[in-house]
Each structure stands twice: as structure tokens, then as C-alpha cells.
């Protein structure tokens, strides 16, 4: 006879939704497929974006 009940863990995110285990392994597989240089192109291609919007905001919210 058992006394404790055993809760079964579920990953869930911040909507509360659970999240779809055969989707995320889909994910997983699709960009493991990528070579190595277009990841590190991809990266480096959304780092300089981010850099270059940082440097608008700052000139652009400057005071005159």
C-alpha cells in the first residue's frame, strides 16, 4: 500500500502550456543538420544586428 502519491513532472513554459516533446526533437533535428559555418554565420549575422540597432538607439535618442 502506497501513501505518497508520486507527482509526474511536466516541463511547461511560461504560458502554461505544456511544451510538445515530438516538436522539440523535430527542432533539435532540423538544426543539428546545419554545418558548423552556417550556424557561426547565423550568430554572427544576429550579433551584428543587435549591434547595429544598439548604436541607432543611442545616436538616435541622443539629446540636442
Not at 515530438?22 to 543587435?50: K, M, P, T
Amino acid at each position: 500500500m502506497h501513501f505518497f502519491f508520486e507527482k509526474k513532472s511536466q516541463i511547461v513554459n511560461h504560458h502554461g502550456d505544456s511544451i510538445n516533446p515530438d516538436f522539440a526533437e523535430w527542432i533539435r533535428d532540423y538544426v543539428s543538420n546545419f554545418s558548423e559555418n552556417i550556424l557561426v554565420i547565423i550568430f554572427i549575422l544576429g550579433l551584428l544586428i543587435f549591434l547595429i540597432m544598439y548604436v541607432f538607439i543611442l545616436y538616435f535618442s541622443r539629446k540636442k
